[in-house]
């Protein structure tokens, strides 16, 4: 299977306005991208779908939105302030700084798990593949050492008197450290979920390929609480929903993989990620997880409360098992680029540029296009009205061709043309994305048509 430029897609994504790089007027800030008009629109509708999927149509789920500062105490729960880090090694030629594992997965196209190595192992494996460095191209690096992972930054007015805290490096403490209050106040009975999307920070040195690994990123988790007896059937069902999830959102089977952990955490009993084949080769698209009882444990001993759940029937007391799904939303946007992006040859010769995304998650679901200029009134007329159903365009500038290939090129499902016909009859032209077919259609049936066509 050829894999496509990946070059191509972040071009076409800075021009059209899915995504730009960070801080760009001042040379740029490694590893952080800036949602535009376009790309805001296709991520939000990812998270949407998401959460629809894993929340609304789930009847023991239930969604939260904790703080990304949290005490302390938190990270010496999870262990994440006593061993939070990367191996990372330096080019002694470029200064350049680079994670050992990547560089190995990276040359291995995703064949070769780094996650087990240990440090003299992955030294071995850069040594004798003579693995390069990316900027520079010499090799001559420094031995492997370990970098802290978490952003500190400190609360207080007095300074001397100033406490550390951190920037959340994942989202999942915040459910499990609110899992009682969720339960209590939803009445939720096991197995139940807490779902969450939201923010958390990586202090990743390494040039991420574009939206696939960056220093602030987007999470949407779902941590499933059970019996112990039942984690493994979960787990299971889990993997089959996140994959049936991947499918749905357009990320096509033959690009999706299970890939299970070779080495596993102490605490857990199965840990499996879902990969895609990313232009640079296959890459974790998300993760599931079965975590036994380890999470809310250490939050029991580190806090002092106790987080046993009693079944409301037999009144038996237990810490329940997690399983956890996660999913990041940047790398899921990127994947769903990925899949979408397409050059077609049409006749004649030419060629379009057009974006196959599902429109259900598409930015704009519709462009309004007049014929003419001096057809605007009509066709503003029509996109107020369609603009309070779902996401429009507004398109007047340029030939119609040109105008159909720029709504193409940002993934807009159908286009709607007003014509001089239109103020006589009162029906417009839909055109359709991928096939460009066109229909006629009245002005006052386009809504449930183009809703119809974009549910999810």
């Given at each position: 299977?050829?894999?496509?430029?990946?070059?191509?897609?972040?071009?076409?994504?800075?021009?059209?306005?899915?995504?730009?790089?960070?801080?760009?007027?001042?040379?740029?800030?490694?590893?952080?991208?800036?949602?535009?008009?376009?790309?805001?629109?296709?991520?939000?509708?990812?998270?949407?779908?998401?959460?629809?999927?894993?929340?609304?149509?789930?009847?023991?789920?239930?969604?939260?939105?904790?703080?990304?500062?949290?005490?302390?105490?938190?990270?010496?729960?999870?262990?994440?302030?006593?061993?939070?880090?990367?191996?990372?090694?330096?080019?002694?030629?470029?200064?350049?700084?680079?994670?050992?594992?990547?560089?190995?997965?990276?040359?291995?196209?995703?064949?070769?798990?780094?996650?087990?190595?240990?440090?003299?192992?992955?030294?071995?494996?850069?040594?004798?593949?003579?693995?390069?460095?990316?900027?520079?191209?010499?090799?001559?690096?420094?031995?492997?050492?370990?970098?802290?992972?978490?952003?500190?930054?400190?609360?207080?007015?007095?300074?001397?008197?100033?406490?550390?805290?951190?920037?959340?490096?994942?989202?999942?403490?915040?459910?499990?450290?609110?899992?009682?209050?969720?339960?209590?106040?939803?009445?939720?009975?096991?197995?139940?979920?807490?779902?969450?999307?939201?923010?958390?920070?990586?202090?990743?040195?390494?040039?991420?390929?574009?939206?696939?690994?960056?220093?602030?990123?987007?999470?949407m988790e779902l941590q499933t609480f059970c019996k112990d007896e039942d984690a493994l059937r979960i787990y299971?069902?889990?993997?089959?929903?996140?994959?049936?999830?991947?499918?749905?959102?357009?990320?096509?089977?033959?690009?999706?993989?299970?890939?299970?952990?070779?080495?596993?955490?102490?605490?857990?009993?199965?840990?499996?990620?879902?990969?895609?084949?990313?232009?640079?080769?296959?890459?974790?698209?998300?993760?599931?997880?079965?975590?036994?009882?380890?999470?809310?444990?250490?939050?029991?001993?580190?806090?002092?409360?106790?987080?046993?759940?009693?079944?409301?029937?037999?009144?038996?007391?237990?810490?329940?098992?997690?399983?956890?799904?996660?999913?990041?939303?940047?790398?899921?946007?990127?994947?769903?680029?990925?899949?979408?992006?397409?050059?077609?040859?049409?006749?004649?010769?030419?060629?379009?540029?057009?974006?196959?995304?599902?429109?259900?998650?598409?930015?704009?679901k519709l462009a309004i296009l007049p014929l003419q200029k001096n057809l605007s009134e009509k066709a503003t007329?029509?996109?107020?009205?369609?603009?309070?159903?779902?996401?429009?365009?507004?398109?007047?500038?340029?030939?119609?061709?040109?105008?159909?290939?720029?709504?193409?090129?940002?993934?807009?499902?159908?286009?709607?043309?007003?014509?001089?016909?239109?103020?006589?009859?009162?029906?417009?032209?839909?055109?359709?994305?991928?096939?460009?077919?066109?229909?006629?259609?009245?002005?006052?049936?386009?809504?449930?048509?183009?809703?119809?066509?974009?549910?999810?």
């Amino acid at each position: 299977m050829e894999l496509k430029n990946l070059d191509k897609i972040v071009t076409l994504c800075k021009t059209r306005g899915f995504v730009f790089p960070g801080s760009e007027i001042y040379g740029g800030f490694a590893n952080t991208w800036d949602f535009g008009p376009v790309g805001v629109e296709l991520e939000n509708n990812i998270k949407k779908a998401w959460w629809k999927r894993f929340v609304q149509e789930s009847p023991n789920a239930y969604g939260v939105d904790a703080s990304i500062l949290m005490n302390p105490r938190t990270w010496e729960a999870s262990g994440h302030a006593q061993g939070f880090s990367d191996p990372k090694m330096d080019c002694k030629s470029c200064k350049q700084r680079f994670r050992a594992d990547n560089l190995i997965e990276e040359h291995s196209h995703g064949e070769t798990e780094a996650e087990g190595m240990t440090t003299e192992q992955m030294e071995a494996y850069i040594a004798e593949n003579k693995i390069k460095c990316p900027h520079c191209g010499n090799f001559n690096w420094t031995p492997i050492r370990q970098f802290k992972l978490m952003f500190e930054t400190s609360r207080g007015t007095v300074e001397g008197e100033k406490d550390v805290v951190y920037l959340r490096p994942e989202t999942c403490q915040g459910e499990y450290v609110n899992f009682l209050n969720v339960q209590r106040t939803a009445r939720a009975k096991v197995p139940f979920a807490i779902a969450q999307i939201g923010k958390s920070f990586r202090n990743e040195i390494t040039p991420g390929n574009f939206l696939f690994r960056t220093i602030e990123f987007e999470q949407m988790e779902l941590q499933t609480f059970c019996k112990d007896e039942d984690a493994l059937r979960i787990y299971e069902e889990t993997k089959k929903r996140a994959w049936q999830f991947a499918e749905d959102i357009g990320l096509k089977a033959d690009k999706l993989r299970f890939h299970d952990h070779e080495k596993l955490a102490f605490y857990a009993k199965a840990a499996c990620d879902i990969q895609y084949k990313f232009p640079v080769g296959w890459e974790e698209l998300n993760g599931v997880h079965h975590r036994s009882t380890w999470d809310l444990s250490r939050h029991q001993e580190f806090s002092g409360k106790s987080m046993l759940y009693t079944d409301p029937v037999t009144n038996e007391k237990y810490l329940p098992t997690v399983v956890e799904y996660s999913i990041g939303v940047g790398r899921l946007t990127l994947a769903a680029l990925c899949e979408a992006y397409d050059e077609e040859t049409l006749e004649g010769g030419d060629t379009r540029v057009v974006m196959h995304l599902h429109p259900a998650i598409a930015p704009y679901k519709l462009a309004i296009l007049p014929l003419q200029k001096n057809l605007s009134e009509k066709a503003t007329e029509i996109y107020s009205a369609l603009a309070k159903e779902f996401m429009c365009s507004y398109d007047e500038a340029g030939s119609i061709g040109k105008r159909y290939r720029r709504q193409d090129e940002i993934g807009t499902p159908f286009c709607l043309t007003v014509d001089f016909d239109t103020l006589e009859d009162g029906m417009v032209t839909l055109r359709e994305r991928d096939s460009m077919n066109q229909i006629r259609i009245k002005i006052d049936e386009v809504a449930n048509y183009i809703n119809e066509k974009i549910k999810f």
